[in-house]
């Protein structure tokens, strides 16, 4: 017979989610993961498999967690004023919490930009042309702009969005607001 677990599974999640969004993949060591779980070893193994299978779980938790703030995103009727809002909903809770800095796909995406890990590449590939895709639509909402210019703001704002991500980990919360604000007069 087998036994029970004796912790819950969503709640270690969420602590090696935490721990992988502050440091990143190869930064947190397996001893980092036991410790900060409250697990051994053996339970990482027999719940998630291995380092891996924890770490594409925790973007699984992330996107789930943003899910809301990409809901909102896509169902707005306000064109660039979406787009916008977005950024600032993006980064609003790090001004709340001071140990998870930037976007956690983002911070992934970085990370592993060089690295041919095919399962957190179609991770990272699927949110990033998901996001794209809703930036597109909020442009095309403004029946001026043609779709070579679309595609260009597009690209342009997904860079934006990658920069606000990574500038979230060290700039103030003054310094974020006034690189948004820019982004947008610039458009």
Partial sequence: MARKKQYNEAEVLEKAMNLFWKNGYESTSMQMLEQ???????????????????????????????????????????????????????????????????CFVTNTYNEFSENE???????????????????????????????????????YLLLAKHGLAAAARVNTQQEIEDYIEMTFTNL
């Fill in 36 to 102: 900060e779980m409250g697990i051994n070893k053996f339970s990482i193994y027999s719940s998630f498999g291995n380092k891996h299978g924890l770490f594409l779980e925790s973007l699984k938790q992330y996107k789930s967690r943003v899910h809301a703030v990409l809901e909102k995103f896509k169902n707005g009727t306000k064109g660039v004023e979406d787009i916008k809002q977005f950024f600032y909903d993006s980064v609003s809770s790090n001004f709340k919490d001071d140990n998870l800095k930037g």
């Fill in 117 to 155: 890990d095919e399962l957190i590449q179609d991770q990272m590939n699927s949110f990033m042309d998901n996001l794209k895709s809703i930036i597109i639509e909020k442009l095309q909402m403004d029946a001026s702009k043609d779709e070579q210019t679309v595609i260009k703001q597009a690209n």
